[in-house]
């Protein structure tokens, strides 16, 4: 199995602040990557897809980049909205994985 | 507009079998590129995908997984289930209907959008 490993596990920011969520599977995935943002008792979101397409009504400020093994998301000029987990997933292959998260706190 | 409302009981209790349905609302499940899956997330613990329909036929499953679970399509209802055997404190999660776009004669796919999860406790 392929496996994800978010880092941080959590962090604590600013409005206003540039964020920064990075992800690195145990193999190359090419760009299989997508990003997902959870808010407490709401249905997942996604996010970006194909490791840097933005999902149509994303904000602007979410973006992705990365291939390969390394991968990042990054969240601009941070706003209170964005209070969430954010998950990354390989879709390489079965099974998919996701990371663990990483919780964002403002 | 597309909404998944996940179904089942909340509590569960160990050695039973679980059984969960998502109803889909404002589009055809039978049609393609789309697929349907199943994820869950345990209490403290991340997201665990668990299943997925292809809309080409074939239903993968996550082989950590496989031997306990079934996944089924019931196009006449436009809904599909999931079905967990001899369940234990492991299986208490959120569990997480989706569609899956799958993009045809790649890899690349995602999950949007998600229903809101319902939440399954196994105990006695």
């Known amino acids: 199995d392929i496996q994800m490993t978010q880092s941080p596990s959590s962090l604590s920011a600013s409005i206003g602040d540039r964020v920064t969520i990075t992800c690195r599977a145990s193999?190359?995935?090419?760009?299989?990557l997508n990003w997902y943002q959870h808010k407490p008792g709401k249905a997942p979101k996604l996010l970006i897809y194909?490791?840097?397409t933005l999902q149509s009504g994303v904000p602007s400020r979410f973006s992705g980049s990365g291939s390969g093994t390394d991968f990042t998301l990054t969240i601009i000029n941070l706003q209170p909205e964005d209070l969430a987990t954010y998950y990354c997933?390989?879709?390489?292959?079965?099974?998919?994985?996701f990371g663990g998260g990483t919780k964002v706190e403002i | 507009q597309l909404q998944l409302l996940e179904s089942g009981p909340g509590l569960v209790r160990p050695s039973e079998t679980l059984s969960l349905t998502c109803t889909v609302s404002?589009?055809?499940?039978?049609?393609?590129?789309?697929?349907w899956g199943w994820i869950r997330r345990p209490p403290g613990k991340g997201l665990e995908w668990i299943a997925t329909?292809?809309?080409?036929?074939?239903?993968f499953y996550n082989p950590s997984l496989k031997s306990q679970v079934t996944m089924s399509v019931d196009t006449s209802r436009n809904h599909f289930s999931l079905k967990v055997t001899s369940v234990t404190a492991a299986d208490t999660a959120v569990y997480y209907c989706?569609?899956?776009?799958?993009?045809?004669?790649?890899?690349?796919?995602?999950?949007?959008?998600w229903g809101q999860g319902i939440m399954v406790t196994v105990s006695s």
């Open positions: 989706a569609r899956q776009f799958v993009v045809p004669g790649t890899a690349d796919n995602w999950f949007d959008p």
């Open positions: 404002g589009d055809s499940i039978s049609g393609g590129p789309y697929s």
């Open positions: 329909f292809y809309y080409t036929g074939p239903t």
């Open positions: 193999q190359s995935i090419s760009n299989y």
């Open positions: 194909a490791a840097s």
């Open positions: 997933q390989h879709v390489h292959s079965i099974p998919l994985t």
